[in-house]
């Protein structure tokens, strides 16, 4: 199977978004990447289900939808209509006395509306903290940078945790794609796939570059088996 590339706009040129997610589109992108910001669960604030509704009518690719905020159950809704195609969430939102409840509850609401499902795993997190939901996932997000901002340095201390949770799931006899986001680049890319990722979440090294259809490009050959 191939490596899927998605590109993350929050390094994309807002004002210019539609083109912006034409070139990626055109260049061979396999989904979009939004990444959902409330300046509660991150020190950032980014954009909601008015923008991806908006984004929905501009492609035909998967929104996958990266819930960076304290309740995510509280606007799962919005989300959901605003035609995401994979949501995803992190644990780490949630008090320890309720993380199980309020992840099952979200989990069983986007099985219902056939989403795709995945969580994030932040840096500081064991991976073993997604293991009770592996059999409702259909992937999970290594969080390479803490969340919050582009353009930061890949923490390569949390690529170990892709092989351990390959590990977990193939002895559960399940199936479950890594997807890895936070400082990805052409210099970073070879390194993540050779850690078993399945998906590579790119945003600054694609957006901020002179020639993002040549990143693309670029990053698919590197990453392509020979
Ligand atoms: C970080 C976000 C990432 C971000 C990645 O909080 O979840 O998706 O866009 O940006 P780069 O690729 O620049 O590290
Ligand atoms: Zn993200």
Redesign the pocket.
């Known amino acids: 199977m191939s490596v899927l590339i998605a590109p993350?706009i929050?390094?994309a040129d807002f004002a210019r978004l539609a083109e912006e997610i034409a070139m990626v589109e055109g260049a061979g992108a396999d989904l979009i990447?939004l990444?959902v910001?409330d300046a509660h669960f991150?020190p950032?604030l980014t954009f909601g289900p008015m923008i991806i509704r908006a984004i929905r009518s501009l492609t035909e690719l998967p929104l996958n939808t990266?819930l960076?905020i304290t309740d995510p159950d509280t606007h799962l809704d919005a989300f959901m209509e605003a035609g995401a195609t994979a949501i995803g969430f992190h644990l780490e939102a949630f008090h320890e006395e309720e993380r199980a409840r309020r992840a099952s509850a979200i989990l069983e609401r986007l099985e219902q509306a056939g989403l795709e499902r995945f969580i994030?795993v932040n840096p500081d997190t064991p991976v073993d903290w997604v293991y009770p939901y592996l059999d409702r996932l259909d992937s999970v997000l290594i969080?390479t940078?803490?969340?919050?901002?582009?353009?930061?340095t890949?923490i390569a201390d949390c690529l170990e945790k892709i092989p351990r949770l390959k590990r977990e799931a193939e002895r559960r006899g399940l199936s479950v794609a890594v997807g890895v986001?936070?400082?990805?680049?052409l210099d970073t890319a070879k390194e993540v796939v050779a850690a078993g990722a399945d998906m590579l979440?790119?945003?600054?090294?694609?957006f901020?570059a002179p020639d993002p259809p040549a990143v693309i490009h670029t990053l698919r050959a590197a990453v392509s088996p020979v």
């Open positions: 993350s929050l390094s990447h990444d910001m991150v950032n990266h960076m994030a969080m940078v803490h969340p919050g901002f582009g353009a930061q890949l986001d936070g400082g990805v680049n979440v790119a945003g600054s090294a694609v901020h």
